[in-house]
């Protein structure tokens, strides 16, 4: 088996299904386990999820396993579940130079663990199937290159809906308002428009919000509608809770229907 991973590693490539080896191996599945623990313990495997397998190269192994970014595409092909690239992770490759990725997050249509490896965190966000269907096209993704292959990314319209989305996964409202001031200006107003359709308004009200405070009037524009037919007042920062016994009077805006209960701050 060791030799095996060694000519794979060598051919480029650093993945197998625990299928795959048995067979070309030809060993009892007992046998074959133990090897794999053995391979694991040299630091010479990892295995992000039961049946799958990475094979660590002499510069991996101080990490516990490469960068997700190679082996994310096989993973996500051997469970079966389509899946992105979003929030800070895609942020950073855009260019948010504040985004410090510490985790990988990857939207899903499917609920799945987290997975812990190495010094790697995989973050997976659950997307209702028929919304992660569409809007996870080509036209709104991007590929991101590594020496594996291609990984899908979320493309930066889609980035900052999601962001607002999941606001909470995504360091914050000043996190998300971060992204927007270094990214916004390049995103497609008529993508915005058509990816807006299938998320909250209130997270497109959000984001109209930011894009008005960060002066791109286009992109601003391609959102205002989703606030006309608002009907209630929401808060800008949800994540702020209103203490008990303590009444506060926020200022509003009107033409976002938002309550500004937290100022918005970001790195110049």
């Known amino acids: 088996m060791e030799q095996q991973i060694d000519q794979r590693l060598r051919r480029g490539q650093r993945v197998f299904s625990g299928r795959e080896m048995l067979s ?4 009892s599945p007992e046998a074959f386990e133990a090897a794999a623990r053995r391979l694991k313990r040299k630091h010479r495997l990892a295995s992000p999820h039961r049946g799958f397998f990475v094979i660590l190269s002499p510069e991996d192994q101080a990490y516990g396993a490469p960068d997700p970014i190679r082996w994310i595409t096989p993973l996500m092909k051997y469970l079966g579940v389509d899946y992105r690239i979003s929030l800070l992770r895609a942020a950073a490759h855009h260019g948010s130079s504040h985004q410090a990725a510490m985790v990988f997050q990857v939207i899903a249509p499917k609920q799945l663990r987290p997975i812990d490896i190495g010094r790697h965190r995989i973050q997976f966000v659950y997307q209702a199937q028929e919304d992660f269907a569409a809007v996870n096209q080509e036209q709104y993704l991007v590929q991101i290159k590594s020496e594996s292959g ?10 900052l809906l999601d962001s607002v989305r999941y606001m909470h996964r995504a360091s914050g409202l000043n996190g998300v308002a971060q992204m927007v001031h270094d990214l916004g200006r390049k995103a497609d107003p008529r993508k915005l428009a ?5 998320y909250e308004g209130t997270a497109v009200r959000r984001l109209g919000y930011l894009f008005d405070q960060f002066g791109m009037g286009r992109q601003a524009e391609a959102l205002v509608r989703f606030a006309k037919g608002a009907k209630s007042m929401k808060a800008l920062d949800p994540g702020v809770k209103p203490l008990p016994g303590v009444a506060r009077a926020y200022e509003e805006d009107a033409r976002w229907k938002l309550v500004l209960n937290r100022p918005v701050e970001i790195d110049a």
Not at 24 to 27: D, I, T
Request: glycine residues 6%; aromatic residues 6%; without cysteine.
């Open 150 to 159: 291609f990984a899908k990314a979320a493309g930066i319209e889609l980035l």
């Open 24 to 27: 070309s191996l030809k060993q």
């Open 194 to 198: 058509r990816l807006a359709v299938v």
